[in-house]
């Protein structure tokens, strides 16, 4: 059984054939390329029995590669998006797994794929339909990517102590760095752990593990101490509640 993976983010595609090769010894992966045009290429060429095709790719989508698939490939799509989920069913993807992919929900894929047991096409528009219709929430950021002069550095999210708000960006604060970040506060809140990571102010989230104290002034205001940051952090009235004496 071969199988070919499609990933324009190289340590994405070397961490997804690391899982697949733990979770399923006998497959081989044939090839692990990093743009559509390749993916299209490496199927017509390989012809495998599986393909893991990222959707958004240079020169081409995951999408038009898949047209390259020959008859019986099983194609898998894995994406941070899901806004061409329903293209992805009509051409009658096997699997559809958005990033970041946990290992339970991969290991599902792979029994799928390995019991053949693939429902017709109009059964996975139904499916998904239904999914769309009340979407699950996805897993929790693991990783965040940080430009750093011509460098991205990659930093684990349990690291950070805590994130601040700068216009457009966000700075992000680990024990000995600041980092900036392209993403915007609000729109980086939505995709954290909010068992790990609470709001303390409108410009400000911290990790709750960081957190060594809450100080209560004498006019209520509360200020925290975090274990790895030499500085104090303003709790707002709105959430000052949080840190309240049970």
């Known amino acids: 059984m071969k199988a070919i993976i499609a990933d324009d983010e190289r340590h994405l595609a070397d961490d997804l054939q690391r899982r697949l090769q733990r979770l399923w010894p006998e497959l081989h992966i044939a090839a692990v390329v990093h743009d559509g045009v390749a993916a299209a290429a490496a199927l017509a060429e390989i012809k495998p029995d599986f393909a893991f095709l990222d959707i958004r790719m240079p020169g081409q989508s995951g999408l038009d590669a898949a047209r390259s698939a020959p008859a019986g490939c099983r194609?898998?799509?894995?994406?941070?998006?899901d806004d061409h989920a329903v293209q992805a069913f009509e051409q009658a993807a096997a699997d559809y797994l958005l990033k970041p992919v946990s290992d339970e929900r991969l290991a599902r894929c792979v029994e799928r794929l390995k019991q053949h047991a693939v429902a017709a096409p109009d059964e996975l528009l139904a499916r998904l339909q239904r999914l769309l219709a009340a979407p699950a929430k996805p897993e929790p950021l693991r990783w965040l990517r940080a430009q750093v002069g011509q460098t991205v550095r990659m930093v684990a999210v349990e690291e950070v102590c805590c994130f601040q708000s700068a216009d457009k960006y966000t700075l992000l604060q680990t024990r000995d760095a600041e980092l900036l970040l392209r993403t915007p506060l609000k729109e980086?809140?939505?995709?954290l752990d909010p068992q790990q990571f609470w709001q303390v102010h409108r410009g400000t989230v911290v990790n709750v593990g960081q957190i060594v104290s809450a100080h209560h002034d004498l006019l209520g205001k509360v200020s925290l101490t975090l274990r790895d940051r030499p500085e104090k952090i303003a709790v707002s009235r709105s959430y000052a509640h949080l840190f309240r004496q049970m």
């Not at 980086?188 to 995709?191: G, K, R, T, V």
């Open 188 to 191: 980086l809140l939505a995709q």
């Open 75 to 81: 194609v898998v799509f894995v994406t941070a998006y």
